[in-house]
Nanobody, 128 residues
Framework: DVQLVESGGGSVQAGGSLTLSCAAG????????MGWFRQRPGKDREGVAV???????EYADSVKGRFTFSRDNAKNTLFLQIDSLKPEDSATYYC???????????????????????WGQGTQVTVS
């Protein structure tokens, strides 16, 4: 299993920035696809950023240019930097993982919620 614990959420003013963290226990970067999802009030959970195996990133159109997905392999921690926050970014943000059955040097991971097996408990972001 992959244990995921998010942190870093909070209340911020529009235009501000936040960095969310995801501590990933038992994380192997060559076998784990990682994603950041969010669920806004009254909405379905949506994928906002994905880290492919090999290091490439993919973002939802609504967050491109404002969200940055990065990782620190040595600390088994992933980050979502959120800049120029908007009220519509208010949501619970989740870290998700899918463990592949073999290591890959490169793999295009999905941004579909159902594709991921492991989820953190979420961290709340409120933008006013």
């Amino acid at each position: 299993d992959v244990q995921l614990v998010e942190s870093g959420g909070g209340s911020v003013q529009a235009g501000g920035s936040l960095t969310l963290s995801c501590a990933a226990g038992r994380y192997t970067y060559k076998r784990n696809c990682m994603g950041w999802f969010r669920q806004r009030p009254g909405k379905d959970r949506e994928g906002v950023a994905v880290l492919w195996i090999g290091g490439a990133t993919e973002y939802a159109d609504s967050v491109k240019g404002r969200f940055t997905f990065s990782r620190d392999n040595a600390k088994n921690t992933l980050f979502l930097q959120i800049d120029s926050l908007k009220p519509e970014d208010s949501a619970t943000y989740y870290c998700a993982a899918r463990l592949l059955n073999a290591p890959f040097s490169s793999y295009a991971c999905s941004r579909t919620e159902s594709w991921y097996y492991y989820w953190g408990q979420g961290t709340q972001v409120t933008v006013s």
